[in-house]
């Protein structure tokens, strides 16, 4: 097994045929996985409040759009603004806006002891 030498302290570098490699992390290094965590989850939680709003604004243009067509007269979805209307009422309607599948870092990665 290779070792090398990081901030004083010997570590032994993972074995790309997957044998055993660095059993710990460092002080520095668990120090700075904790703050990339946490920089990771501040981001997700800016990231679904972004998507909140973004649906929020989506479902108040379509109740806007739906009080102007419901104040139409009925003959105005068949003509050539109506078709239009209707089109740009689909866009909105069919906007992906659902949340994805949550992403998730790890306490440590995967396979090394904290």
């Not at 946490?38 to 929020?56: G, Q």
């Amino acid at each position: 097994m290779r070792t090398f030498k990081r901030g004083g302290a010997s570590c032994a570098a993972f074995h790309p045929e997957g044998s055993p490699g660095m059993k710990r992390l460092n002080k520095s290094q668990a120090t700075e996985w904790t703050a990339i965590r946490a920089h990771f989850e501040e981001a997700h939680a800016a990231y679904r409040a972004a998507l909140e709003d973004a649906r929020s604004f989506r479902d108040g243009v379509i109740e806007e759009m739906d009080e102007y067509a419901n104040g139409r007269d009925e003959f105005w979805p068949e003509s050539p603004d109506g078709i239009l209307f209707a089109d740009w009422r689909t866009f909105w309607d069919d906007l992906d806006l659902d949340d994805p599948e949550d992403p998730y870092l790890e306490d440590v990665p995967e396979g090394v002891q904290p």
